[in-house]
């Protein structure tokens, strides 16, 4: 009796620590989201977008044209898509962060600033689309907490999303 009950009782052991070793950070950056109303950035063009975070300022630019785009960022082109159902373009951030604009092939519709060691605490954009401004913002970042491998496992990564729409009456200047 003793003897199944240590061998039951190793088994559960080595089973909950076999689990949490397999636990895993990938994907468990620091993580902002920000995405625009639905309307906005579907204009062709040429495009800046240029974030600054107590960590330092990056400026990514793109031209969104029909169905294709190009970018190129502090490192020349470092991505490109054809009218692929998504496209994304990535350069690097401040501190080793990458930031991403999320492309479409008729769109540009947000970003994300991920791999930050620390989440930063006020982010500030402004977006550009052939020299006129489209919208410039600063705001603190609200995170949350995910847990991709379950809260016992671990690790814990902070998540913030946030949605702007671009002020279309400044533009009709």
Do not use: W
């Not at 009950?5 to 994907?27: D, I, M, V, Y």
């Amino acid at each position: 009796m003793k003897r199944t009950f240590f061998t039951s009782l190793s088994l559960l052991l080595a089973l909950q620590l076999n689990s949490c070793r397999e636990c895993s950070t990938a994907g468990c950056d620091a993580q902002v989201t920000v995405e625009f109303d639905e309307n906005d950035g579907k204009e062709l063009g040429s495009y800046v977008l240029v974030v600054e975070t107590d960590g330092g300022r990056t400026e990514c630019r793109f031209v969104l044209g029909d169905g294709d785009f190009e970018f190129g960022g502090a490192g020349g082109v470092l991505a490109a898509g054809g009218a692929d159902s998504r496209n994304h373009a990535a350069c690097n951030g401040p501190l080793g962060s990458t930031l991403e604009p999320v492309l479409f092939p008729d769109r540009f519709s947000g970003f994300r600033l991920t791999g930050s060691d620390a989440p930063p605490k006020e982010i500030s954009f402004t977006v550009r689309l052939d020299g006129a401004e489209l919208i410039a913002e600063t705001f603190d970042p609200d995170y949350e907490d995910e847990f991709p491998n379950g809260e016992a496992c671990g690790p814990t990564c902070p998540h913030s999303e946030r949605r702007f729409a671009f002020d279309r009456a400044s533009n009709e200047d």
